[in-house]
Structures are given as structure tokens and as C-alpha cells.
């Protein structure tokens, strides 16, 4: 057996390994030195921090943790402080850009024009085609819905209950069936 890791030694001194894993361990405490001497350092210290004393917290010791991260108002005064910093940053960023770019500063603020008309300009294009991806969508949902309404106005005319229910029920296995099958096609998150 390697020597013992930090998790593991923790984890006997808890009690929360298994009857064969401890006494894995208990046997190699008895040929290691090393590890003797870490599982008593770490025995130690558990009941050093278990005969610590409770420390007095507030009643409200939450609220005036959020109340100091996340002031009710924000005062007139730091949101005119923060704009100027933020202003100032900017600006200072844009000077730095200029004197590093070597441009004269009329071809300076003319590329500047370009790259921020450029970016509008790409800007409205993507809006575009999002609104018009959000307006396919929705026209495919009504139809899809109209459909599945239609369908299942056909299917009350099926002569017995029995046979309507049974019916639904095929269709939420095979919905069903059918999802897990793309998801098992194509994996999301750290698989792909």
C-alpha cells in the first residue's frame, strides 16, 4: 500500500471508511513511521478543534453581512463617484490606445468612428437575425401546437376511452424514447 494520502487519514480518524479499508490503514501505520506520525499530528489536531470553545455570533450577524455587501441605496454621491471613475478609466484607456497607436489624432478618432460604427453596425445585424429566429420559432410553435390540437380533436372521435388513453400513453413512450435517444447521440457538457 502507497502511503497515506490527507483524504484518506481524515477520513479514518471520522470513522468513515469501511471495516477493511481501516484496518488497511492500522497495518500500514504499523510498518510506516510517516504515516504514524501524520495520522497522530491530525488525531491531535481534530481534538484540538473539537474542545474549542463556540464563539458568540450576533442574532443578526447575516444581515449585517448582506446589509455591508449589498447596501439597500445607492447614495447620489458614489454613483457620481463611480460614473467619473468609469469615465475617467475609459478615457484614459483611449489616450493610452492613442499615444501606443502612432496615428495623428484626427485618424485616431476616425478609426475610433469606424471600429464603434463597424461594431452598431454588426450589432443591429445579429439583433436582426435573432428577432427573425425568434419569429420562425414561434410560427413553428403555433403551427406544432395547432397541429397536436387538431390530432387530438380526431382522436376523441376513436369510439372508446380505452383506446384513446392507450393511444397517449404510446406517444409519451415514443416522445420519451425519442429524447433520451438524441441525448444519448449527442452528449452536452464535459463528454463532448
Known sequence: MNCLTADSI???????????EAS???????????CTEAVAERRQLNQAAQNLTA?????????QITARLFPERLSLRRAL?????????????LF????????????FLMSLNQTILSGLRDLTLYGAKLVKLLTLLAKVF?????????????????PSFQLQAALVGITVLLIITLYFGVKRLFPVGEKS
Not at 55 to 63: I, K
Not at 142 to 158: E, K, Q, Y
Request: glycine share 8%; hydrophobic share 50%.
Open 81 to 93: 463617484w463611480t460614473a467619473a471613475a468609469g469615465t475617467a478609466g475609459i478615457v484614459s484607456a
Open 96 to 107: 493610452l490606445v492613442f499615444l501606443l497607436s502612432g496615428l495623428s489624432l484626427l485618424n
Open 24 to 34: 488497511r490503514v492500522r497495518a500500514h501505520c504499523a510498518r510506516c513511521a510517516p
Open 55 to 63: 464563539w458568540p455570533v450576533p442574532s443578526d450577524f447575516a444581515r
Open 10 to 20: 481524515y477520513l479514518f480518524l471520522e470513522g468513515e471508511l469501511s471495516p477493511a
Open 142 to 158: 403555433t403551427r406544432f401546437s395547432g397541429f397536436m390540437w387538431d390530432n387530438l380533436a380526431h382522436l376523441s372521435g376513436l
